[in-house]
């Protein structure tokens, strides 16, 4: 029998930076981490998604956010903070899977003899995970997820659920139905990976103190991670308001992603771009920390019962 212990599974994790990681561990270990993380933080994101939506409206039905989940518990019950959990969590898998194998092989093409990246290379790696993610799955999934969102807010909900959902959308409005702010969402995405991967691994690399092949541990991975989270809220969420109205059922009144950040300023003024920031930092601190935690934890495992060197 094999008995995997803590001192295994590091003697078998990858060397650091020194060592590059397999696209197809990656693709694993990054839905793994990507389903666990959305389970865990959902309602905030709900929350998030409801004010901002909620900005704009006429008469806008929530005062701030414990309004909102007082609300919402109200009229719900706890699992109305998971509404639309659905198509979110169909996209968290095959968007993390999609991230980290992309900045993996863009990282294992760029990185020079010694297995390390330039600061630059390091932003592009971050920028490219970004972009596929944005480009692959984010882009069509949010703007289904922020469409039933909304939806539960009109007086008569028309989706049922999310292949409803989707099958009405694509019926009504084609495939482009599900690719609504692709710009703002492209510049969101690709902004996030490489604030978040710039971030994190110069925190990784201030903690392993030279040596690329020490293992940092879970507790420093997690610090290093929420940061690198916090870090690129601060740095995109006007991309993110943007982007929430660009794919919400009142698209049309937006000519284009340009238009509606016009509109935002024009209407709400410059603190119209951080509407929702509260909620999305205490999400995504935790979420980009649980996810590179999760994730490095479960490269250490793959590293050990599946060989690619």
């Known amino acids: 029998m094999v008995v995997m212990t803590t001192s295994n599974l590091v003697a078998a994790a990858p060397s650091g930076a020194a060592r590059k990681k397999h696209p197809g561990k990656a693709v ?28 704009r409206a006429a008469t806008p039905r929530y005062t701030g956010i414990g309004d909102c989940i007082s609300k919402t518990f109200k009229s719900h019950g ?3 903070f998971y509404r639309g959990l659905s198509s979110l969590l169909y996209g968290s ?15 294992n093409r760029m990185v020079d003899k010694d297995g390390k990246l330039t600061q630059t290379r390091t932003v592009l790696c971050g920028l490219g995970a970004g972009v596929s993610e944005a480009i692959l799955v984010v882009c069509p999934m949010e703007t289904v997820k922020v469409k039933f969102i909304h939806d539960q807010n009109q007086p008569n909900p028309k989706y049922r659920g999310f292949v409803h959902g989707v099958r009405e959308i694509v019926k009504q409005e084609g495939i482009r139905g599900t690719y609504q702010g692709l710009t703002a969402t492209v510049l969101k995405q690709g ?14 690399e201030y903690f392993q103190e030279g040596d690329n092949t020490k293992d940092i541990g879970m507790a420093r991975t997690f610090l290093c991670g929420g940061i690198a989270g916090a870090a690129s809220v601060f740095g995109n969420t006007p991309l993110d ?30 603190k119209g771009f951080y509407k929702g920031t509260v909620p999305r930092l205490g999400r995504v601190v935790f979420d980009v920390a649980f996810v590179f ?17």
């Open 191 to 204: 902004s996030n990976q490489a604030i978040r991967f710039f971030t994190y691994n110069n925190l990784k």
């Open 28 to 55: 694993l270990a990054g839905g793994f981490a990507g389903g666990l993380e959305i389970l865990c933080t959902f309602p905030t994101e709900y929350v998030k998604t409801q004010l901002q939506l909620d900005s």
């Open 93 to 107: 898998i095959p968007k993390a899977s999609v991230r980290f194998m992309g900045y993996e092989a863009l990282r």
């Open 293 to 309: 935690t999760i994730y490095e934890q479960t490269m250490k495992v793959l590293d050990y019962v599946w060989k690619t060197d």
């Open 241 to 270: 308001v943007v982007k929430t109205r660009m794919q919400g059922l009142d698209r049309h009144l937006y000519k284009n992603t340009f238009h509606c950040a016009q509109m935002v300023l024009k209407h709400d003024g410059l």
């Open 78 to 80: 706890f699992f109305g």
